[in-house]
């Protein structure tokens, strides 16, 4: 029986799971709001949010303790500096488990996990292009790297071409004399 087990096992090994959790915090640190399954997400919250009470309190010590879970340096300069600031005085709470539904592959449930103090602050989407409208002019990379793409297609199709059977490679000269060469005829025993 498993009373008073706490945490997930999520498939792992200990080591593959304290990975994957650093991995998960990174990345909702960085982007502020990751999609992943229900029990990952749960989880993670349990990981990230005493990294985010360590982070209140600026010190060099709090800073190695925190870098041993977030491998990244630019996140970690994020968390003591613009994260930290704008947690501001919450007493816990920093994320926000939001329920998605089934996943259609699997059936697992997906879930999106957020830090609460930056719901608003994501970046929409670009909207999509309708029909009617044009493209954006093309700027010189774009020009050089399609007319270099086309170079390789004439070439490749060039190469594509089928030999007829006069020409032959030479490749294909040599092999076929070393094959006259080495045969021998069987000669008869006792003659």
């Known amino acids: ?15 593959h799971r304290l990975a994957t959790l650093k991995v998960l915090a990174t990345s909702l640190l960085q982007h502020k709001k990751i999609k992943t399954t229900a029990a990952k997400a749960k989880e993670l919250r349990t990981f990230v949010e005493p990294i985010i009470t360590r982070a209140k309190t600026d010190s060099v010590h709090a800073r190695r303790v925190v870098a041993e879970k977030i491998n990244d340096r630019a996140v970690l300069s994020e968390l003591f500096g613009d994260i930290v600031t704008k947690v501001g005085n919450r007493p816990g709470g920093y994320t926000r488990v939001v329920q998605l ?3 259609k592959g699997d059936g697992a449930h997906m879930a999106i996990i957020e830090l609460v103090d930056y719901s608003g602050v994501i970046k929409p989407k670009a909207p999509k292009k309708t029909k009617g409208e044009e493209k954006p002019t093309e700027t010189a990379e774009e020009v050089k790297a399609e007319e270099k793409k086309e170079k390789k297609e004439k070439a490749a199709k060039k190469a594509a071409v089928p030999k007829t059977k006069k020409e032959k490679s ?16 069987p000669q008869k025993k006792g003659s």
């Open 170 to 185: 030479p490749k294909e000269k040599i092999k076929k004399e070393k094959i006259t060469k080495t045969t021998k005829t």
């Open 101 to 103: 539904g089934q996943r």
């Open 1 to 15: 029986m498993r009373h008073g087990v706490k945490g997930r096992k999520l498939g792992r090994t200990a080591s």
